[in-house]
């Protein structure tokens, strides 16, 4: 591209020379001629004595040649000093022949290290043509500084076309390190190796990529460490349940005289244990189906009703728990989702809220909308959670205290299906301890808006 630039240019600073230079010959021999021809208008008929006296009297010293002929084109005066035989023979010059028709002619030509140039006008007089003056230039210094601007033109070209080429060579070997960078940052990260960082600084567009792609990497370098937490943390819990339904199986086939007491106590056993797993189970797979965002269906719910519905269903397990449950709900409540998501959303902060409660405590639950949203509140009066772990109670599989939870048969899945699902929704969820003592969740939706149901 700059070799063709540079082509261009040259080329076109060398003609448009060339071209105001034959443009200033054309104007200068122009006004020559038309001296000329205007002081041998006075004349009659041209003849070879009174021509000459009137060409030398104007000086013909700044052309190579100047040619008047009569009206057939016979020379009567050549600058060139002819010999006397040859005056009055016919010029074979093309150009006094047009100009012998009353055109004004200008020819001009740059070869072989010299500008050639022609012009010719009519002689006029009374209104008829009476002959010719023919000018003929034969200019090599004008050649010599078109010759030396185009020698210049084409050093600085070169010179140029050279700086260019280093420049793009050099521009290329750092492009294409750092990108060779970048790709076997890429390759590294692809095969799982999520602690490569690429070390690029550039304020460039490259460097930019790079920071993103860093980025990207320390996301799935945390995804993945969460994932294995999560999968050891999910084997973990299948693996409990299992061992115990296999150590108390196990203990009743093993042994053939245990007594009928003892054999329904392991069979009840073996039921909890059972009903653990099927806990589990069902919480691992909400949370995938919220990873994977499965069962997109929404729909109008009226958070009122779900919350009602869930307070009916817990009510047994607060009266056993001794809790005492106490709901304020607002009208008009409405969110765009799905209503069995949400209602876990509710059941699992109301079930948690009973199940960490003291005997004789109280759960309430607090609806209303706020402007655009729509804000749900469970208080309790538990212990709370320790300040430093509050953090941590949405995470999966987290305990704040491992050898209640185990009693209370909990998986530590519950706060965690609550976060995913708010976040689906565009909502949020925040735990605190409350001044009185307890905890306090508060969840915000997104309320519904009437642009967001189609007909």
């Known amino acids: 591209m700059v070799c063709a630039c540079l082509i261009a240019i040259n080329i076109r600073l060398i003609t448009n020379s060339r071209d105001q230079m034959f443009e200033a010959k054309r104007s200068s021999m122009f006004n020559q001629a038309s001296l000329f021809a205007s002081s041998l208008s006075s004349l009659r008929t041209l003849q070879t004595e009174e021509v000459r006296r009137v060409m030398e009297l104007l000086g013909v010293q700044n052309f190579s040649r100047v040619v008047v002929t009569d009206e057939l084109a016979g020379v009567v005066y050549d600058s060139t000093e002819l010999r006397a035989e040859e005056l009055g023979k016919p010029a074979g010059e093309e150009e006094i022949s047009l100009a012998l028709e009353g055109n004004n002619v200008f020819r001009s030509s740059l070869r072989g290290g010299a500008v050639s140039s022609r012009a010719c006008m009519p002689v006029m007089s009374r209104g008829r043509t009476i002959g010719a003056v023919f000018l003929y230039e034969y200019d090599t210094a004008q050649a010599s500084f078109i010759d030396s601007l185009r020698q210049n033109l084409l050093r600085i070209s070169l010179f140029t076309a050279a700086a260019a080429l280093g420049l793009g060579v050099l521009l290329g070997y750092l492009i294409s390190r750092r990108t060779r960078s970048i790709l076997s940052g890429i390759r590294g990260i692809g095969s799982g190796q999520y602690d490569t960082r690429i070390t690029d600084r550039g304020a460039d567009e490259l460097g930019e990529i790079s920071r993103e792609i860093n980025l990207l990497a320390d996301r799935l370098e945390k995804t993945e460490s969460v994932r294995q937490r999560f999968v050891s943390d999910a084997s973990h819990e299948l693996k409990t349940p299992l061992a115990a339904i296999t150590l108390l199986s196990d203990s009743i086939v093993q ?103 003291i005997p004789g405590g109280m759960v309430q639950v607090l609806l209303f909308r706020r402007e655009d949203t729509v804000q749900l509140m469970v208080d309790d009066t538990g212990e709370g959670v320790p300040p430093e772990k509050l953090e941590h109670i949405f995470d999966r599989f987290y305990r704040v205290d491992e050898s209640r939870t185990e009693e209370q048969g909990g998986s530590g899945l519950g706060l965690s299906i609550v976060l995913d699902a708010v976040r689906k929704y565009g909502g949020s969820v925040s735990a605190s301890n409350r001044a009185g003592g307890g905890m306090r969740f508060h969840v915000t939706f997104p309320a519904l808006r009437d642009t967001d149901i189609k007909e």
């Open 255 to 357: 042994n053939e005289g245990m007594d009928r007491e003892t054999i329904l106590e392991f069979v009840g056993d073996i039921g909890r244990e059972a009903e653990r797993l099927g806990r589990v189970t069902q919480q691992l797979q909400a949370l995938t189906r919220l990873d994977s965002r499965a069962g997109e269906r929404r729909e109008r719910v009226d958070l009122r009703l779900v919350a009602e519905e869930a307070l009916k269903m817990l009510r047994t397990l607060a009266e056993q728990r001794q809790v005492e449950l106490k709901g304020t709900m607002d009208e008009g409540c409405f969110l765009l989702a799905n209503p069995d998501e949400i209602h876990q959303v509710v059941f699992n902060l109301v079930e948690n809220a009973i199940k960490y409660n």
